[in-house]
C-alpha cells in the first residue's frame, strides 16, 4: 500500500467504508498546489495509480519547473506579516461574534422555579402557617435515606 499525503490518504480511509461519498473542493494555498491534491484523491476515488509526472499540456507552466503530482517538498518561506495575521484573525473574531448562535442548541437561565430551597425545620417558626406546596416540597420518603445499616453511603463515612 501506498502511503499519500494528507487529504489523498484521508479519502482512501474513508472510501474503506463503502459507503456512498460525496466529496467537494474547497479553496487551497495556491491553484496549482489544489490542483495536485485532486488530481491524486480523484485517482483514489477511482482506484487508478497515477503517474507523478504530469503530462505536457496547456497548463503546464503552472507546475513548472518540477511537472510532477507531488508537491516538492523542502523549505517553504512564510510571506505572511505579523500585521496581516492580526488583521486575518481580527477579521474572524468578527465575524464570529456577528454570527447567530443556532436556535437547537439554545442557552438559557433556568426558570426560578425550579430552584427548591433547602428547609431547616428547627429554623422554622411552628406557629406560622406554610402552603401546601412549600409541605410538598419538604417531604422526606421514609426510602430514600437509611442510617445504620440499611445506609449505602456508610463506607464512605470509614474512608
Known amino acids: 500500500m501506498v502511503i499519500l499525503p494528507g487529504h489523498a490518504e484521508c479519502v482512501r ?4 467504508f463503502n459507503l456512498p ?4 473542493g474547497g479553496g487551497g494555498y495556491t491553484k496549482e498546489n489544489v490542483a ?21 499540456n496547456d497548463y503546464s507552466k503552472y507546475f513548472a519547473p518540477e511537472n510532477t503530482l507531488k ?3 523542502g523549505y517553504i518561506e512564510n510571506l505572511n506579516t505579523k500585521s496581516y495575521i492580526s ?3 481580527m477579521q ?4 464570529l461574534r456577528c454570527i447567530q448562535h443556532a436556535p437547537s442548541v439554545q442557552m ?4 426560578p422555579d425550579f430552584y427548591i ?14 402552603d401546601q406546596h412549600t409541605q410538598d416540597k419538604q417531604i422526606q420518603r421514609d426510602d430514600e435515606y437509611y442510617e445504620g445499616d440499611n445506609d449505602n453511603d456508610h463506607t464512605m463515612d470509614d474512608v
Open 92 to 95: 474572524v473574531l468578527e465575524n
Open 108 to 111: 438559557q437561565e433556568v426558570p
Open 71 to 73: 508537491i516538492p517538498s
Open 21 to 24: 461519498l460525496l466529496v467537494t
Open 117 to 130: 430551597p433547602d428547609f431547616d425545620e428547627d429554623e422554622q417558626n411552628p406557629d406560622e402557617r406554610v
Open 36 to 56: 495536485r491534491c485532486w488530481t491524486v484523491e480523484t485517482g483514489v476515488l477511482l482506484d487508478t495509480d497515477l503517474p507523478n509526472e504530469i503530462p505536457e
Open 13 to 16: 480511509f474513508v472510501k474503506k
Open 87 to 89: 488583521t486575518i484573525k
